[in-house]
Structures are given as structure tokens and as C-alpha cells.
């Protein structure tokens, strides 16, 4: 089954569900990555640290390339050591580029970080460039600083966080929202609201917030070191969500971060 991606406002296209591996040991990330490519994801969201695991994952895995979508987050920091802790990532990832770099996090020097960024995406090193954890008033910042517009945004959301004024303020600006933590790091799976609608049409709960998750339009990147799970993430492209149970989840939003 093929997983349905949306096109940056650059042209390059992201599969809608990612899988991610921040948090996760070497190893630990080697064995989720091969299941996840054995069940058929093709797009993998690194976390710096997991590059090497990933990248030997890939180099073994017998997938061509251009069927994949890989990206790599680069901590907001000053320019030289954001250049250094980028050609790392990008040399431990051990592909001609990334599909997608991300300057994750507001706490450093983000404009300088986002400059490392652009000169990677003007080397043809990376395909595009996002950021992860802004909020508007930072998008606005990072936009009125370097005159560019970052053509991803990775934040926590979910039906709890759905993250409404920001997502309008990336539709103004062509920026494309990507869901971090899509099940809340799984408080949301025991929600009465989900565990009703996974009843409802025979998935899971984790199926139903991840089903919500695409009919709504943003890239999720699910999470799971559990084969069993990783599967189930991945059962969500046969069934559809009727307009009345999305108006349900919409109204689950309450400002619940984790
Ligand atoms: N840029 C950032 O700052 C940032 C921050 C947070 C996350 N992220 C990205 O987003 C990805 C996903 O975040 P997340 O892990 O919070 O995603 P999530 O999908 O909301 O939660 C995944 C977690 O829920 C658990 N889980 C899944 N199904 C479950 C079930 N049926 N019962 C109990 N537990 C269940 C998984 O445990 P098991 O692994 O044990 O199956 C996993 O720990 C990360 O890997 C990362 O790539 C980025």
C-alpha cells in the first residue's frame, strides 16, 4: 500500500506518514527502522544521533532510493558549529542528501542555524528545509530575519493540541505542518472519544488518530519500537472517516501537551 504524500511549496513531495526515531539507542533504531521499511514506510524522520543506524539500515535495505524520504533535524545553535553538527548527521546518514533538514528548536541562535540550512539546500546536500517547534511568533521572527520561508513546521499535535492558529499562519505562508507525538506519546489511545470511534469502524484507537491525521492534511510521524504496533500505524489507508466523527475529534482540542 502506498502512502499518500503532499508537494512543499518547493516541489519536493512528503509521505503523509513518517517514521520516527528520536529517543531511541543505536540499536534500538536499527531494528525499528528495518521493520518499519519491511512493512512499507519510506520516509524516516532521524533525530540527531540515529543517522549512522538509520543510514546502515538503508544501505542494506534493498529499496531504491527515490522511493524513499528521509530528513534530518539540526539543533537551533551558531553558525559554525550548526554547519559541523549538520555535515555530521549528513555524513553518519551516508546518502548524496537528505530529503529534508529541519532546524529544530527556538532556545539557540535560529537564524544562524536556518542560514546553515539554506547554503546545505544551495549545495544540493539537502532537497528542502523545514523547521520543527515554532511557534508564529518565531516563524514571523525567522521569516522577517532571512526573507525565507521554511517549507515545513514539525510541532507537537494531536487531537488534544491541534495547534489551530499556527496551522492557519502556515496555510497564509505555504508552510506545511508536520505532527510530532500524533497520539500524544499514546495518552490519547485511552481517550472514550477514540476508543468510540475505533469501536465504531473496527480499527484501533492509534488507527483512528492516525486516519484523523491525514484526512486533516498534516504529515504524521508515528513512533513505535513494538513490531506489532509499527504495523498497525501503518493500517490507516483503508478506511475513511466521515465528516460527523471528524467534526467529533475536532472537538476533542483542549491544550493538552505532553
Ligand atoms: N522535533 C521534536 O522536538 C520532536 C518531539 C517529539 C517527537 N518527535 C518526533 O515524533 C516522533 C513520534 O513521537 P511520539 O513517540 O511522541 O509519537 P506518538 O505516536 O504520539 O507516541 C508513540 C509512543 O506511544 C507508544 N504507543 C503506541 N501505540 C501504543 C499502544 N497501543 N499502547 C501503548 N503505547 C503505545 C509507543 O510505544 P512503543 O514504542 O513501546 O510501541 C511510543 O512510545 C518521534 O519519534 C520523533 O521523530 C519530534
Redesign the pocket.
Given at each position: 500500500m502506498a502512502v499518500p504524500s503532499l508537494a512543499l511549496s518547493d516541489g519536493v513531495r512528503i509521505p503523509q506518514l513518517l517514521f520516527?526515531?528520536?529517543?531511541l539507542s543505536a540499536a534500538e533504531t536499527g531494528r525499528a527502522v528495518r521493520i518499519a521499511l519491511d512493512t512499507g514506510y519510506r520516509g524516516i524522520?532521524t533525530?540527531p544521533g540515529t543517522e549512522a543506524a538509520v543510514g546502515a539500515v538503508l544501505a542494506a535495505a534493498e529499496v531504491p532510493r527515490e522511493d524513499l524520504f528521509v530528513s534530518v533535524?539540526v539543533p537551533a545553535q551558531g553558525y559554525d558549529t550548526a554547519r559541523r553538527a549538520a555535515d555530521q548527521a549528513l555524513t553518519a546518514l551516508g546518502l548524496e542528501r537528505a530529503d529534508l533538514c529541519l532546524l529544530?528548536g527556538t532556545k539557540g541562535a535560529f537564524t544562524d542555524t536556518w542560514r546553515v540550512l539554506s547554503r546545505l539546500r544551495a549545495d544540493g546536500r539537502v532537497r528542502a528545509a523545514g523547521v520543527?517547534?515554532f511557534g508564529v511568533a518565531e516563524l514571523r521572527r525567522l521569516i522577517d530575519a532571512t526573507g525565507s520561508v521554511p517549507t515545513v513546521n514539525?510541532v507537537?499535535l494531536?487531537p488534544w493540541l491541534q495547534q489551530l492558529p499556527l496551522r492557519d499562519f502556515h496555510a497564509e505562508h505555504g508552510i506545511l505542518t508536520a505532527a510530532?507525538?500524533?497520539?500524544?506519546?499514546?495518552a490519547l489511545?485511552a481517550d472514550e472519544t477514540v476508543t468510540a470511534l475505533a469501536a465504531k469502524y473496527g480499527k484501533t484507537p492509534?488507527q483512528i488518530v492516525l486516519r484523523w491525521h491525514l484526512q486533516t492534511g498534516t504529515v504524521a510521524?508515528?513512533?513505535?519500537?513494538?513490531t506489532t504496533?509499527t504495523r498497525e500505524h501503518f493500517g490507516i489507508f483503508d478506511f475513511e472517516l466521515a465528516d460527523d466523527d471528524l467534526a467529533v475529534v475536532a472537538e476533542l482540542d483542549n491544550g493538552t501537551r505532553?
Open positions: 520516527g526515531v528520536a529517543g524522520d533525530a533535524h529544530d520543527a517547534g514539525q507537537e494531536h510530532s507525538s500524533p497520539a500524544a506519546n499514546s489511545l492509534s510521524v508515528a513512533a513505535s519500537v513494538t504496533r505532553v
